[in-house]
């Protein structure tokens, strides 16, 4: 990418004393890479988080969360920490899920489980008068189909109850949303072309893995991508558009177009972007396995039969794969995250604007155990509870992330670890 004059960094730094502080409980609900994420940085803010349930299908698995974000505590000297408590729940039962909101009475649900699981847990907090928020849209288990329909479809339910759902608040969708609203608050008058740019330029020495839940990550890859054009949707075959880009501490890599779900809430919310584009960065070797994976039917979301026993093709991959949580150790490299948009500036002149953010997998390791991938979703979900439980971010309904005020957001998340950066009128490559 050409260079341009980059803007300095002169991100406002967070002071609890310009926020309503109002001390509340939250449930975490999942505790995998994510989930642990979150709750490393929630347990952070102790002035903000006085309790923390963390609940998964194995409770085990949060007591040893816990531990964890203990002992992560104890190095690093902090001597205060919120009321942790683990416990178990199955998120396909709305039953199990109301029986701890009603038991725990948190003020927040934080959804970090699976996305099949998005409407159960919606429903029960309906039922039991529970804020909710998300990091990814719901998708059915049977069909690898992505769209904030099924969960827009709450938002009257939840306007009535006086209840506030906040639907991908993690990095893409979520900052990058955010992102967004900040171009359109600061700069623009109108955006016309919206590219995300998502790069993982890290290695984690293993010949095929996927750094989130194998089954969503395969399941997102390989659907046919399709983007906004002109007021209607482009349907591509899978990863058949690619160029490459220019990333910033990082250098050229090849970029797939591909389909991600803030795309469809970012052109409802603002009008004036006549294209919107998705584009994350595949290595050759990771491709090789995926087109492998496909042609000999593991990739297949449908159930077979084997020697008796209903299996589903893409979860037995899951099992013997490498768990996503425990790449951190070794991995090396990191993340860029951003978007990249023209349009008109205040005063109706052309601008060029890219807004980013470059993530460590050495140094995300490092403070909680994940790596980046996990890190740059986990934080912001951690940021985006902030924002209710401190009064910035309420609105009864549900709601995409880009529909909130983007600065007080953005100043926590800088102070969180993930710091941002701006190039205006630079070369978008694109």
Known sequence: MAKAASVPDEQPRFN??????????????GAG?????CAHKCA????????????SRTKKKCEALIEAIREAAAKRGQKSLPAMEADSVDADSVEQLCEIFRRHKPELVINLALPYQD????DACLECGVNYMDTANYEPRDEAHFEYSWQWAYRERFEKAGLTAILGCGFDPGVSGVFTAYAAKHYFSAMETLDIVDCNAGNHGKAFATNFNPEINIREITQKGRYWQDGQWVVTGPLEIHKELTYP????????LMYHEELESLVQNFPTIRRARF???????????LRVIQDIGMARIDEIDYNGQKIVPLQFLKAVLPNPQDLGENYTGET???CRISGKDKEGKPLTYYIYNNCSHHEAYLETGMQAVSYTTGVPAMVGAMMFLTGKWQKP?????????PDPFLETLAMNGLPWHEVVNGDLEL
């Open 44 to 55: 952070q803010h102790p002035e903000v988080f006085s309790e923390i349930v963390i609940a």
């Open 397 to 405: 309904g549900v709601h995409n992330v880009e529909e909130f005020d």
């Open 336 to 338: 860029s995250i951003g």
């Open 279 to 289: 584009w994350m960065t595949f290595g050759q070797e990771y491709l090789t396995h």
């Open 119 to 122: 409407l159960t847990i919606m």
């Open 249 to 256: 501490n990082i250098g050229g890599r090849d970029s797939y």
């Open 16 to 29: 609890p004393t310009n926020i309503q502080i109002r001390m509340a409980k939250v449930i975490i609900i």
């Open 33 to 37: 890479g994510v989930g642990s994420v």
